[in-house]
């Protein structure tokens, strides 16, 4: 790499002795590489920029490929028509940005093609992209050089393109219901909401600790005792734990709330804006994920969580003592990390025995309250909570309850947690618990997760590929002079 690099500074150096600014200002553009192809013909110059993606020298002709955010175009440049700069040309390397000005025309190919007759230099490119422009093929640098992976990957480009589109058109089946998006605290003196580990900071100013937040649920809930009655945050959120295709401690999820509903509304508003986000995708309410068949179709199927495990463990876990629980995890062959909690361990299993094989959309209905602190008791049942969770090919996408509105209640519940030294919660947020004594409304809440949601609409097998910068181990990068 330091020879390519050697050899690119000698030639941007050739450029400054021949009066080029390798690294100008701005530059005037009329048009983009796919506006030019859209309104051929036309009469008049047109003036692109783009990297150089291929370079090919003929003598007195030269022709190049160049790309911008729209797609690539074929460039034509001869001396007759440059002169004396067309001998620039020689130390212009594949990645360099430059400026075009010229005539579009046909070749004989067929291919639209500029008639240059004036380039401009904008930026000089000291390190090479990935050989003859294939592609990065280690899934590592793809990942820890994003950039160069833009830079030659049309499909990467074209996942986080669709990875906006996705976001902006939840914003607006959202805002078109009368949502309103807003914004909460990132960093929160006592962290909730979830059961995670959170990162820790330290705020000089204040002299306290401080906690990058699990989740946006107890500021939003505020909001609805406040008096906003349909309120939603597309945020990130962090959590600090392991990395793998399905995780990342910094992640982006959508959390929506609406006064006087309750989990059943919100699944009626979940698969409503997962068919309509489907449908603006593809015209259909099918897709392909990892070559199984996906309906969107509502309505989604239904299970409740105690059944569907029971079929698979042949008792009720609800009743069950904890020795008898990881007995059954044992005999399964299932990992288990230590302390484990009856809810956890619980969950686990449901996890590893049902949830992994859920394919086509379905909500798991009717939770463990023991497992369930933010959820209202179940009507009919005092053991369940009202909640669900959305799973689809194994996994859990979205999170619902109808909202746990009792201070006293919910003051319990935490005590219990924490007590039981749970993961979720360090402190009592005595704060919030007075915000639900002064009154908060009947509400539904959801959670989804984003990155989740658009690797299963974009066919993708990790979070990694629809992260653009995900998070990777630290290396020692040392300057190459």
Known sequence: MSEYRN?????????????VDPYPYRYERTHTCRKVKETFPQSDPVSVAGRITAIRRHGRTVFLDIIDATGKIQIYLKKDALGDRFDLLE??????????????FRTRSGEITINADAFTLLS???????????????IETRYRKRYLDLITNEKSRRIFRRRSEIIHEIRKFLDHRGFMEVETPILQPIYGGAAAIPFETYYRSLGSKMYLRIADELYLKRLIVGGYEKVYEIGKDFRNEGIDRLHNPEFTQIEIYEAYKDYKDMMDLTEELL??????????????????????????KRIRFMDALKEKINYNPINASLPQLRETAKWRGIELKEPTSRGRLIDKLFSELVQKEIVDPT?????????????????????????FELIICGIEIANAFSELNDPIEQRKRFVEQLEAKEEGIGEIDEDFLYALEVGMPPTGGLGIGIDRLVMILLNQSSLRDVILFPQLKRLELKEDV
Do not use: M
């Not at 000291?126 to 422009?133: A, I, R, W």
């Not at 309250?369 to 049942?381: D, M, W």
């Open 7 to 19: 050899y690119r500074l000698e030639n941007l150096k050739r450029l400054k002795l021949g009066g």
């Open 91 to 104: 130390y212009f390397d594949i990645g360099d940005i430059i400026g075009i000005k010229g005539k579009p």
């Open 124 to 138: 000089k490119s000291l390190q090479p992209l990935p050989e003859k422009y294939h592609g990065l093929r280690d």
């Open 275 to 300: 068919e309509h986000l489907v449908t603006q995708l593809y015209q259909s309410v099918t897709i392909e994920y990892q070559k199984q068949s996906i309906s969107f179709k509502r309505p989604f």
């Open 363 to 387: 909500f798991v209905i009717d939770y463990p309250k023991i497992i369930s602190p933010l959820a209202k008791t179940h009507r009919e049942n005092p053991d369940l909570a009202e909640r």
